[in-house]
């Protein structure tokens, strides 16, 4: 167990409560009825001080910094069974994610539909999705053999990260999920 200082503990203190503040006045006035300066006031603290600990303002407050999603969509590829695809596998990773999940605690759920209702946060959630572009690309070239540079692992990479926009605010999101899916694992239909 790792043993964090004061400051450390402070910190990561007032990020809980900077998020925790914002999602609740996020949902009682919407994501547009809320200011910084609000986040910062209800939170007692200073607009200088929030923007410290989130450089990218009110959108960043109800995500983390990208890097679990990073690590999580990198082990899907790394850590999947022998015997199952890719594509399987990165599938099966969405899947339990935002609007695919039937498993989402309840208490979650207020947060996961604001972020799928509001566009600000939605386009917030498509950047962190494509910071993941190297780790993803890194992944999928060392599991094909192919090198990180080949136009189909890129395409991959960057198609795969599209998903979430592409399919999170269909009618059935994860019916829309599984038809992406469908298709990357069969490939375009020939015409008929």
Same mark, same amino acid.
């Given at each position: 167990m790792v043993n964090t200082g004061r400051r450390e503990r402070r910190k990561l203190e007032t990020r809980r409560r900077l998020d925790e503040v914002a999602l609740r006045l996020f949902l009682e006035h919407g994501y547009d009825g809320v200011t910084v300066a609000q986040i910062a006031e209800e939170a007692d603290i200073s607009v200088a001080? &929030?923007?410290a600990?989130? !450089?990218d303002g009110k $959108?960043? &407050?109800?995500f983390d910094d990208g890097s679990e999603r990073r690590a999580g969509i990198v082990a899907a590829v790394r850590n999947r069974a022998s015997?199952? !695809?890719i594509l399987a596998a990165l599938h099966e990773f969405f899947a339990a994610r935002g609007p695919y999940s039937t498993d989402i605690p309840p208490e979650h759920a207020p947060?996961? $539909?604001l972020i799928v209702q509001t566009p600000a946060l939605r386009e917030y959630a498509r950047r962190l999705w494509h910071s993941c572009e190297p780790d993803l690309t890194a992944a999928l070239a060392e599991e094909s053999g192919l090198p990180s540079d080949d136009p189909a692992v890129r395409a991959l990479a960057r198609f795969v990260l599209e998903i !979430? $926009? &592409?399919t999170g605010t269909a009618p059935d999101p994860a019916a829309a999920l599984a038809s992406v899916f469908a298709l990357l694992e069969s490939g375009w239909p020939p015409r008929s």
């Open positions: 001080t &929030l923007f600990h989130v !450089p $959108d960043a &407050l109800i015997t199952e !695809p947060k996961r $539909d !979430p $926009d &592409l």
